[in-house]
């Protein structure tokens, strides 16, 4: 006997206009600020009266913005590389190994989730000052590898889940050393994870700005505080179009690793085939 459909008439029209309806509060800004920067004015108003590309001009040939733009890929390619290191080295031990203070060890590791950004960036601050040591690079990288690691560590985690440990014995079994099962087993069937966690810590470093406000300078200022320092000064639409820029690059990356890894899984958004 087939089961007759019991969900109301007005939630299944409500529903899908109210999820239309959110969506559309979350693009609006989106759309606002990419009209914006097509404005040919001085002055960020909308809708602009006359288009034009001279804010995506300046926003590429502004020179803080070039500097910022290579402090952030610095910062990013280093401590995304580090944070991956560490993160997938954490990840295999809090997944393989028992000892005492784990649930600890996992706190603490995830806690740059809860406690707010520039609270670790002003904690850092005052550290370098009372010790007397140099606020360069090293600083920046340390911090935002900080920020950065429980992305890698949950995107590790979510992929060992999925890891079938037989295909280590098996290996184990036939005389394969534990380093070369780490390299020829282990590591080629996490690489969408450890992809995954990378590409979401790059992101994270690259757009991070709270933090970096407290420990960079002006040698080593990234582009979101460049950013900053720009918007106190001048109010054209040159950050509007920088901000479609960043979007758009954004999002087709994404696209493109969602397309060819499957983020969704390795997230564990979506259950494995």
Same mark, same amino acid.
Request: net charge positive; with cysteine.
């Given at each position: 006997?087939?089961?007759?459909?019991?969900?109301?008439?007005?939630?299944?029209?409500?529903?899908?206009?109210?999820?239309?309806?959110?969506?559309?509060?979350?693009?609006?800004?989106?759309?606002?600020?990419?009209?914006?920067?097509?404005?040919?004015?001085?002055?960020?108003?909308?809708?602009?009266?006359?288009?034009?590309?001279?804010?995506?001009?300046?926003?590429?040939?502004?020179?803080?913005?070039?500097?910022?733009?290579?402090?952030?890929?610095?910062?990013?390619?280093? @401590? %995304? *590389?580090? $944070?991956?290191?560490?993160?997938?080295?954490?990840? #295999?031990? &809090?997944?393989? !190994?028992?000892?005492?203070?784990?649930?600890?060890?996992?706190?603490?590791?995830?806690?740059?989730?809860?406690?707010?950004?520039?609270?670790?960036?002003?904690?850092?601050?005052?550290?370098?000052?009372?010790?007397?040591?140099?606020?360069?690079?090293?600083?920046?990288?340390?911090?935002?590898?900080?920020?950065?690691?429980?992305?890698?560590?949950?995107?590790?985690?979510?992929?060992?889940?999925?890891?079938?440990?037989?295909?280590?014995?098996?290996? @184990? %079994? *036939?005389? $394969?050393?534990?380093?070369?099962?780490?390299?020829? #087993?282990? &590591?080629?069937? !996490?690489?969408?994870?450890?992809?995954?966690?990378?590409?979401?810590?790059?992101?994270?470093?690259?757009?991070?700005?709270?933090?970096?406000?407290?420990?960079?300078?002006?040698?080593?200022?990234?582009?979101?505080?460049?950013?900053?320092?720009?918007?106190?000064?001048?109010?054209?639409?040159?950050?509007?179009?920088?901000?479609?820029?960043?979007?758009?690059?954004?999002?087709?990356?994404?696209?493109?690793?969602?397309?060819?890894?499957?983020?969704?899984?390795? *997230?564990?958004?979506?259950?494995?085939?």
């Amino acid at each position: 006997m087939k089961k007759r459909n019991t969900v109301p008439m007005w939630m299944r029209v409500g529903a899908p206009l109210l999820i239309v309806l959110i969506l559309a509060f979350i693009l609006l800004p989106v759309v606002v600020v990419t009209l914006a920067s097509f404005n040919d004015k001085a002055l960020l108003t909308f809708p602009p009266q006359n288009w034009s590309l001279r804010w995506f001009e300046r926003a590429f040939t502004y020179p803080d913005f070039r500097d910022g733009f290579r402090a952030s890929m610095v910062v990013t390619l280093w @401590a %995304s *590389l580090l $944070a991956l290191v560490i993160g997938t080295a954490l990840a #295999i031990a &809090v997944k393989r !190994l028992e000892f005492p203070g784990k649930n600890a060890l996992q706190a603490v590791l995830l806690s740059p989730l809860v406690i707010p950004h520039f609270t670790l960036g002003l904690g850092l601050l005052i550290l370098v000052a009372q010790l007397n040591l140099d606020r360069g690079y090293g600083l920046v990288i340390l911090c935002h590898v900080m920020l950065v690691l429980p992305f890698v560590l949950r995107s590790v985690y979510v992929s060992m889940e999925n890891l079938d440990a037989r295909l280590e014995q098996s290996a @184990a %079994s *036939l005389g $394969a050393s534990p380093v070369r099962v780490l390299f020829t #087993i282990t &590591v080629p069937l !996490l690489a969408p994870g450890l992809f995954g966690g990378w590409l979401f810590a790059a992101i994270m470093s690259f757009s991070e700005f709270t933090a970096s406000l407290f420990v960079t300078t002006q040698s080593t200022q990234t582009l979101p505080v460049s950013m900053y320092n720009y918007v106190r000064e001048f109010a054209d639409p040159t950050l509007a179009a920088l901000s479609v820029v960043y979007i758009f690059v954004t999002a087709a990356v994404l696209a493109v690793a969602n397309g060819f890894l499957g983020l969704g899984k390795v *997230l564990n958004i979506e259950e494995p085939r």
